[in-house]
């Protein structure tokens, strides 16, 4: 027997979860917006020759460099071939990990090195400016 405070516990979790779907439904429609409007406002920052803005807010928009290694050509095998031969097998499994590749990238952009001998020929790097943003 379904007594009166089963019913109502029934009754919430059932209006929090068409909320959750709706905020979803929200969420989804302004992502979408934002993916449309970035680069629209990365090229207004590039015409405008800014990196950043501050809004009236107090909000923060810029630009934010992000390299990412990717395998050349989309070829995953040879560039998976290619870190083993050039010594950095570390991030090969039977595949190689992206991010982890990506943040080795970084690393040395950020040290001022050189890829190592062979690297450009086995993998992609590809250079991404995001619009992001903070309070303050």
Aim: charged letters at 30%; aromatic letters at 8%.
């Amino acid at each position: 027997m379904t007594t009166t405070t089963e019913i109502s516990l029934y009754e919430r979790y059932g209006e929090l979860y068409e909320r959750k779907r709706e905020l979803e439904a929200t969420l989804k429609a302004i992502s979408d917006e934002l993916a449309g409007l970035e680069p629209v406002v990365q090229d207004k920052m590039l015409q405008d020759g800014i990196t950043s803005a501050k809004l009236q807010s107090g909000m923060l928009l810029y630009q934010q460099r992000m390299l990412w290694a990717r395998a050349k050509d989309g070829d995953r095998a040879a560039t998976a071939a290619g870190l083993k031969r050039i010594g950095l097998a570390d991030f090969v499994h039977e595949d190689f990990n992206v991010n982890s590749l990506s943040a080795y990238v970084r690393e040395l952009d950020k040290t001022g090195e050189s890829r190592p001998d062979g690297f450009d020929e086995i993998v992609q790097v590809d250079e991404e400016y995001r619009i992001r943003a903070r309070q303050g």
